[in-house]
């Protein structure tokens, strides 16, 4: 039997002076850190153990208070994409998002959609995360960015079980195995998604309409043609048989349907610059397969985007690893930044 993959980060292993920074570096795969007024980097500590449960990401997180934010900045340049939900085993946070504000107690299970600006103000804390995929989680509960923000009522059943299913995964992590992975992945999935479900009462009555199954499908007919150069408004009308004016309004959440593909593209294109796996491919074939037919095109188009260049991106997380190696700093293993970017391709 194959175990699942694990992997743990912790700042023991690093001297006090240099604790802060390097997990400050580190997850700002998801969140940009800032120190608390009056705490001091000496004193920062911080673990995490995670692991995958096929392409779902369990966390264990546990680190002296700070502040975590994801910035509007941020959204846009790290394509992260994924539905968080977190509970909170000890300490508390303060969660802000725009018309949003949350108090996070002990006990508390709360959700994010990371494509979502949120600012966290936490005591010195310990919570547990799974990680969803949207797509995947989409394909149980479609409107579940709606619960961004809400804390999910603690008396209620399903609250309940969740709660203790994601406390009981955590402590089987070393147990599972890949040739269990899909079975355990559905039961969270179906848990998740039914709690959610459960406190659909809370939601605020102001909420965004409800997005429809017809626009879960453009979404992800969208994701599976960026390679295609001829992906626009009129061609998605076509496939979908329906009149652009039709088109429009059944997209009217996205914000814009051109911008939203263009958005998908950039996201796209910095996910396989960053990764490994596509490190073989030169900037021009990455441009052809998010679907630009001009490399030149491809450049200014990611530099308007994220204010630097393909090759900029590529390089720079060879510069940040070159930077630590050149410091004499034997970093902890970073194993799960590559998984929380994998969530998202």
Known sequence: MNLIPRTTFSTDSIASGNRYEV??????????????????????????DAAMIGQTMLANTRSTGAIYKRSRKALSADGIDSIMVQLYLSGATDFDSPQIYSEVLQGDIIVYDLAKPVANNNTNFNNLSILFPRELIESYLPTVSRWHGQVLPRNRPLTKLLKQHMISLHKLGGELTIETSVCTQRTLLDLASSALQHSADILPKHAETLPTALLIEIKQFIRKNLHKFDLYPSTIASAFHLSRAQLY???????????????????????????????HLSIAEIGYQCGFSCPNSFSRNFKKFYNFSPRDARSAPHLALKAANESGINGPDRSYESWVKSLSL
């Open 249 to 279: 309004r059944v997209t009217e959440p996205l914000g814009g349907l051109s911008s939203h593909i263009r958005e998908q593209r950039m996201r796209h294109a910095l996910q396989l610059i960053q990764s490994a796996q596509h490190h």
């Open 23 to 48: 997990f400050r570096d580190s997850i700002s795969v998801l969140f940009d850190l800032e120190l608390q007024e009056k705490k001091t980097e000496a004193n920062f500590y911080a673990h995490l």
